[in-house]
């Protein structure tokens, strides 16, 4: 936001625009937003050192003012900044008669755009840090602020006239009271300090002529002892097509919102006014990323609207194969008599077989036993009954036999029958031969066994 620029000393209003100055002894009427810097005619800036507490500098230096007859009527007094310094505070001020105070600040408040004043020492205390000073030159007017880490140096001056002798005499003077102040507490020289020279106003010198502030600094750096730069200034052209340099682009860069002493208010309208260009292009740019981020939501909603379209027809794709496919999964007729079938086979090829079962059985007999009968035995059920449909491998072989006294080892031909039988794979159980009992062989060398298949074994009929 461009501002205009305008300068209030020793009665005379100085306006800058663009490249041009005007010089007025009565108050302009600004259209645009501008800083108004003030010395207020009939003010006075210093600074004095206090004890207790800041929140009472006000009073404690309007009493000492009227005490040592510098103020007679009512003012306004500006504390521009109060430090600590040991038990006590030093406060840079500037006491503005009241009336003064009141028509400057009516004018500021009264213009169509913001109008931030801004008092000159304010902005001289704004514009430097520790260990650096400041020359500010207004025609033949002079004041110094320089700080150093315990002590805030002030003064001022006005010479009798512009003419290069007075300017020279009345820079010399306070020259020799700011090296005074410097060399207090100072003695070992170990603060160095370095000064800026700003001229607010001065006729541009001819060409090959050094300017008037040029001379000024080396006057007052050789009276002094320090550094004196030179501020960057430009040139303005008057309504009388006078040419005049000026340092207020940098004054201006120099100033602040905060040390203005406007009203909160009118400080935040400013500030606000000032941040609208950029909340602007920051609302456009979260705009802009707020469409395209809805865009690409948009984008992807409609993927995922066509995906769901896709999975949803393949699902009726499905559920319609299913359907058609509905009537070839039903089982055939017969399948559960087929299925028994299957299963009964199965049963005989994995359980008891009588054929290859009697095979064995007669080789395990060598002829020192006769096998008198052989039959297939169905396991019982819960009540004792045989089982009417029972697995085809729970069922055993029953065999009957009687041994032949003539051949083998006597009284060992059953229990070689038996031992040949166990390595067949069965299972021997002996039974009574009229009973069932548990009684191997009777009197007449009748017996009978149980015979089932151990589960690692399987009936293989021998070749």
């Not at 030159?137 to 315990?150: I, M, P, T, Y």
């Not at 006729?203 to 002094?224: D, V, W, Y």
Request: glycine content about 8%.
């Amino acid at each position: 936001m461009s501002m205009q620029s305008i300068i209030q000393l020793a009665g005379r209003w100085i306006v800058f625009d663009n490249d041009t100055v005007t010089l007025s002894t009565t108050r302009p009427r600004v259209e645009q937003p501008a800083w108004l810097f003030c010395e207020f005619e009939g003010g006075v800036s210093s600074v004095v050192s206090l004890e207790g507490s800041p929140a009472h500098a006000v009073a404690l230096i309007e009493k000492r003012l009227r005490a040592d007859g510098m103020i007679d009527g009512d003012g306004k007094i500006l504390i521009h900044k109060s430090r600590t310094m040991g038990a006590g505070y030093q406060s840079l001020f500037t006491a503005v008669p009241l009336d003064v105070w009141q028509q400057t600040f009516a004018w500021a408040e009264a213009q169509p755009d913001h109008c931030l004043l801004v008092p000159i020492t304010s902005l001289m205390w704004n514009a430097i840090k520790s260990g650096e000073g400041l020359i500010v030159q207004n025609g033949r007017q002079f004041s110094v602020l320089a700080l150093r880490k315990h002590d805030i140096i002030h003064r001022s001056s006005m010479a009798y006239s512009e003419d290069a002798t007075d300017l020279a005499m009345t820079v010399g003077a306070l020259a020799g009271q700011v090296a005074d102040d410097l060399a207090r507490n100072n003695e070992d020289g170990s603060e160095t300090m370095v000064f800026q020279w700003c001229p607010l106003l001065m006729p541009q010198p001819l060409p090959g002529e050094s300017t008037s502030s040029e001379t000024l600094a080396e006057i007052f750096s050789a009276n002094t002892g320090c550094q004196v730069r030179q501020v960057p200034t430009r040139t303005y052209r008057d309504n009388d097509g006078g040419t005049w340099l000026s340092a207020i682009d940098w004054v201006r860069s120099r100033s602040s919102t905060r040390i203005a002493v406007n009203p909160l208010p009118s400080r935040a309208a400013h500030l606000a006014e000032w941040a609208l260009p950029l909340a602007s292009c920051a609302s456009l740019v979260f705009a802009i990323a707020l469409g395209a981020l809805g865009a690409r939501w948009a984008l992807a909603a409609g993927e995922a609207d066509d995906r769901a379209a896709l999975i949803n027809q393949q699902i009726v794709q499905l559920e319609q194969q299913t359907q058609a496919l509905a009537g070839d999964m039903r089982l055939p007729q017969g399948f559960d008599a087929a299925l028994g079938f299957i299963e009964k086979a199965k049963g005989l090829s994995t359980g008891m077989d009588p054929v290859s079962g009697l095979q064995l059985i007669q080789e395990a007999a060598q002829d020192e036993v006769r096998i008198l009968r052989l039959r297939v035995e169905q396991p019982a059920d819960a009540a004792g009954q045989a089982a009417t449909n029972p697995p085809a491998d729970s069922r055993t072989l029953r065999v009957d036999g009687m041994v032949d006294i003539d051949r083998g080892t006597p009284g060992m031909q059953v229990a070689h029958f038996v031992e040949r039988l166990r390595r067949q794979g069965f299972n021997p159980v002996p039974l009574d031969p009229q009973s069932g009992g548990g009684t191997r062989t009777s009197n007449g060398g009748i017996f009978s066994y149980l015979l089932s298949r151990t589960p690692s074994s399987a009936v293989e009929p021998t070749p």
